[in-house]
């Protein structure tokens, strides 16, 4: 079951959505109109995606991705608007946003975004895309690194390498005898320690310097 969180302070456009959404019977959806309802309710309940109107009276969706974020870094969140993302897209980045999708998205569209940041993809407009230059890009320099250098300990060891197997934060508490909020702390410390962004680059770069083994399941 994917477990879907959707703020937008029309709820006409959240029910909407919501009616939508659900005729996929793997999907459950809670619509909420006001984004500190979103903030208390993420305090008891796990999402597997968080889907955030971005123009919203009093707190954005922008601002409402940065308080989750700064809570749990590794969630998921999409931007789900109507408007023109291009001025807003360097801060929507930095703030953690995973991708972004269209009002105008049909349901097939919008379900296949969902998908796809639940594998650590990003979601990007096409004609976003196309404007990016390879010179944007920032590469944190990783080819330094060895099994030596990086101080991973074995806790965090354990976390990452149930990370490879493909289970999820809330699985790996649960196999680990730890708050799933433990989990979470431990891979933005793996990262760092890592120079990555996301859990399959984590992956990679630790098989690159022999933390994990070639035949990790992923």
């Not at 809670?30 to 305090?43: C, D, G, K, Y």
């Not at 703030?95 to 998205?105: I, N, R, W, Y």
């Not at 920032?138 to 250098?149: Q, Y």
Request: net charge negative; glycine share 4%; hydrophobic share 40%.
């Amino acid at each position: 079951m994917i477990k879907i969180l959707l703020v937008d302070d029309h709820p006409s456009v959240g029910e909407g959505t919501k009616l939508l959404l659900e005729q996929d019977p793997e999907v459950r959806v809670t619509s909420l109109s006001l984004p500190m309802a979103a903030l208390e309710l993420l305090q008891t309940e796990e999402f597997d995606v968080l889907l955030f109107d971005l123009n919203m009276p009093g707190i954005s969706g922008l601002e409402l991705t940065k308080r989750v974020v700064a809570e749990q870094p590794n969630s998921r969140v999409l931007i789900y608007t109507g408007y023109d993302i291009s001025p807003h897209f360097n801060v929507l980045i930095d703030s953690g946003v995973s991708g972004f999708v269209s009002k105008t998205a049909s349901r097939e569209q919008l379900l296949t975004a969902i998908r796809c940041v639940m594998r650590d993809e990003a979601i990007i407009p096409v004609q976003l895309l196309r404007q990016l230059r390879r010179s944007d890009i920032r590469v944190s320099p990783r080819e330094d690194k060895t099994l030596e250098t990086v101080s991973i300990n074995e806790r965090e060891q354990e976390i990452l390498q149930e990370v490879a197997n493909g289970r999820s934060n809330k699985d790996i508490a649960a196999k680990l005898l730890m708050s799933q909020r433990t989990v979470e702390y431990s891979l933005t410390r793996v990262f760092e320690k890592l120079g990555v962004r996301s859990r399959s680059e984590a992956i990679a770069e630790a098989r690159r310097i022999g933390l994990l083994s070639e035949n990790t399941i992923f």
